[in-house]
């Protein structure tokens, strides 16, 4: 019996550049050539969603990693030079960060260290859950025509803050670009000092140390140069807890301030752009009309004496007309009620909690013994509270155009229904008939103020009149307010103009009359951002590097495979944090698998050292007997877990066949003794290649744990050692294999697992019932995606 069961086969319409186990739940996340991002599950490899490419976030992946929790997916996209977070339970963004160099490597990691500061941190309740109240879930979407948002409540950008226990999100690039994110949202350190293109990142579980595999281009002909660098990262380890505070107080700020866009978005799209109908039809009537009167006397006429002239009769009557003018009644105070509720229940709930913590940030910078050293500075934090604070006074200064524009258009709608009825010779109800002389009032102040004609505004926006004031606030460009509010008069306002002392207070936060609310959400985006980048800065220049080592040369005229696939591959020992690298050198037809391994913990005794592996002739009879042992090439290779190393390999050259087997090493057999991969000495004036001669070689002849992996050109593995499963890609990128990888352990938690998949496709139908001619199609494929599914289905598995 095969030492691995196989428990999915799928032939995919679109190459993949790169795939990685979910950490918790049985999923593999693809990235393919189109830009598509797709989940499946283990059973049959059936596809549980995907995310198409889109323009605004970008369409070329380049890199793809899991939060330990395997609840949030990140992928880096190169030709926006964007990060996405994706939640895995739907295709949806829940959070995007721009970086300043395309992504070429990303690795999500776990802090594992234990203190009793920490658990003390973690177990604790979070305060402002007792102190705040819980943010109300954002409506899904506004309907335009019952004129209300959804009952459907979306609540998913919570699930950004994630764990109470670090995490960091590594990021590497192009030219040395290296940050750190901690919860995948906060940069606490952008890394210097280090040459050429990212390859791959490990960082330390205690956060002492960052591995990185760089590409080194020296000239356009010359050979690649892949070099080992190891950084030291001794400050975030020194303040893990501080560090750790801090970085959780940034992500509940990250946090709030994608709600906050979130809500701005609902509010613009609650707003209609059939509330700017009396704008143009008014500037039409400008442009058309004969007479020297302005419209404001036209209109003023017909509130005085009933009598309209017959220009304005025929835009009332034919223009507007009485169901028109309903019509935009019945908008305009739906799309502004649905504002009004979320500026008050979402957007000043966000706000204030924003201030709440930046607050508390504030508090933690003025503990200088703790926190200076990790660059948070108060006066920064001081200009990001007081930037809140403008987007407050904003944001209420919104809500009483609002109110006015609502008690306005609701007077003046009500006094233009009867006139235009009195028009028509239609029935007037008795008591839309009474008119008292506040109302006359009311109205033609509505008059004085918004029917003005404005030819600075035609030559601005096209139109010669304002008269809704809403849409100003909620438009994302530089440009002042059409019609700021009024402040003559305002007591409040003269007392602050002549008074010198007040104008400067640091009490009083600045007000900008003449800016939209997105102007000043932007401003106040930019001075967080700055107040965030400090740390970074400062974090960063403390990373030094430890070793620098040359490894070997790449020859230019490689294949066009993805760069994600191919070797070396960095691992971290989560108990020891011992940092191994896996890479292979071809010598003579046989590409040696060579294992590095670097203590990054001084404190314990185990030895730096490196080591190749041969893997001698272990199927007897498909293979005839040479006199050469080293029968075996490795095509890829990875940790499966901390003692074992998967590895897809290939018959050498000479044999004809050239089977491609899936095998399991265990490190056991290659560290055999401890001393034993202590005799080479590295000469640093060197490569590594070029003293690979010198280097200790293990042949290692498998006994068990292997399998053939008949009709198909394996070449490349990913592996999940907590999931016990591991998917082979074959070398034209397109037909994978999937397979459970320690079977006689995983009978009795299979049905646990599979519960849990089903959990994130709900959506598709229940498999139960299938029958076995169809378990290799997706029941639960949409339309679109049929085509795609019949046709994997019908095409042959060929290698």
Avoid at 239 to 250: C, G, H, Q, S, W
Avoid at 316 to 335: D, P
Avoid at 339 to 347: A, E, P, T
């Amino acid at each position: 019996m095969p030492a691995f069961r196989q428990v999915g086969e799928k032939q995919l319409p679109q190459e993949v550049v790169f795939m990685a186990w979910s950490p918790k739940r049985d999923l593999i996340a693809l990235a393919n050539r189109a830009g598509e991002v797709l989940l499946h599950r283990l059973a049959n490899f059936q596809r549980v969603w995907s995310l198409p490419p889109n323009e605004n976030t970008g369409k070329e992946v380049t890199a793809l990693a899991w939060r330990p929790d395997g609840k949030i997916l990140a992928f880096g996209l190169t030709d926006t030079k964007r990060i996405i977070l994706c939640d895995v339970e739907k295709p949806e963004s829940l959070h995007s960060f721009s970086v300043d160099s395309s992504v070429t490597y990303m690795h999500w990691m776990e802090v594992t260290e234990e203190s009793s500061v920490l658990t003390s941190f973690y177990n604790a309740e979070d305060e402002s859950n007792l102190l705040l109240p819980k943010l109300p879930a954002l409506p899904k979407n506004y309907s335009t025509t019952a004129k209300i948002f959804s009952e459907e409540k979306s609540d998913e950008i919570m699930k950004l803050l994630g764990d109470v226990r670090l995490n960091a999100l590594v990021l590497g690039g192009n030219s040395g670009f290296i940050e750190i994110y901690a919860y995948g949202m906060f940069k606490i350190a952008t890394v210097a000092g280090v040459a050429g293109s990212c390859r791959g990142l490990c960082l330390s579980s205690d956060l002492k140390s960052l591995s990185v595999i760089t590409e080194i281009q020296g000239s356009l002909d010359s050979e690649a140069e892949i070099t080992y660098f190891q950084l030291d990262t001794s400050l975030l380890s020194s303040y893990l807890p501080e560090v750790t505070r801090m970085a959780r107080k940034f992500t509940h700020i990250s946090t709030l301030l994608q709600y906050i866009k979130l809500s701005l978005t609902c509010m613009c799209e609650a707003w209609e752009e059939i509330l700017m109908q009396m704008d143009s039809r008014l500037t039409k009537f400008v442009q058309e009309k004969n007479t020297t009167t302005s419209v404001q006397d036209e209109f003023m006429q017909l509130l005085l004496w009933g009598k309209a002239s017959l220009e304005l009769q025929a835009l009332l009557m034919n223009q507007l007309t009485v169901k028109g003018l309903k019509k935009l009644g019945q908008s305009i105070e739906s799309s502004y009620s649905s504002i009004q509720k979320l500026v008050v229940s979402h957007l000043q709930s966000g706000s204030e909690a924003l201030l709440y913590h930046l607050s508390e940030l504030k508090g933690m910078a003025l503990w200088k013994q703790k926190y200076e050293s990790l660059g948070l500075d108060a006066s920064g934090i001081e200009e990001a509270i007081t930037a809140v604070g403008s987007f407050i006074l904003k944001a209420n200064e919104l809500l009483q155009v609002i109110d006015s524009s609502m008690k306005n258009f609701k007077a003046f709608f009500r006094w233009l229904y009867v006139a235009m009825l009195r028009m028509s010779e239609d029935h007037v109800l008795p008591e839309l008939n009474k008119m008292t002389q506040k109302d006359i009032t009311f109205v033609a102040d509505f008059l004085t103020e918004h029917f003005n004609e404005a030819p600075e505004l035609y030559n601005r926006k096209g139109k010669y009149f304002n008269v809704e004031r809403v849409g100003q606030y909620l438009k994302d460009e530089d440009d002042d307010l059409v019609s700021p509010p009024n402040t003559e008069g305002n007591q409040w306002f003269n007392f602050l103009k002549n008074s010198t002392h007040l104008k400067e207070s640091p009490l009083l936060f600045p007000y900008y009359p003449e800016k939209s609310l997105h102007f000043v959400k932007r401003q106040m985006e930019g001075v967080i951002d700055q107040c965030l980048q400090k740390p970074a800065d400062v974090i960063g220049k403390s990373v030094h590097q430890a070793v620098c080592m040359s490894l070997y040369k790449i020859s230019q005229s490689e294949d066009s495979t993805p760069q994600l696939f191919k070797l070396p591959f960095l691992w971290n020992d989560k108990t020891s944090n011992i940092h191994y690298v896996l890479f292979t050198i071809l010598e003579n037809s046989i590409s040696k698998i060579y294992i590095l391994r670097r203590n990054t913990d001084t404190s314990r005794s185990v030895s730096n050292g490196i080591l190749a592996v041969e893997f001698g002739n272990f199927l007897n009879n498909s293979i005839r007997e040479t006199s050469d042992s080293r029968c075996y090439s490795c095509l890829d290779a990875h940790f499966y877990d901390d003692e074992t190393v998967t590895v897809v390999l290939k018959e050498s050259v000479e044999q004809e066949g050239k089977e491609r087997i899936l095998a399991q090493l265990p490190l056991s057999s290659v560290y055999t003794t401890k001393d034993e991969d202590r005799e080479f000495i590295w000469d640093s004036t060197k490569r590594l290649d070029e003293q690979s001669d010198e280097i200790p070689t293990h042949t290692v002849v498998l006994e068990s744990q292997w399998r053939v992996l008949e009709n198909m050109k394996a070449q490349y593995v990913a592996v999940n050692g907590i999931r016990r499963v591991s998917c082979v890609l074959s070398s034209n990128l397109r037909h994978v294999r999937v397979f459970e990888m320690d079977v006689e352990d995983d009978g009795e938690v299979e049905e646990e697992e599979e519960e849990e998949t089903t959990q994130i496709a709900a959506e598709e139908p229940n498999e139960q019932n299938q029958s076995a001619e169809n378990e290799d199609n997706v029941c639960g494929a949409s339309a679109e995606e049929l085509p795609d599914e019949i046709e994997e289905h019908e095409s042959s598995l060929e290698p």
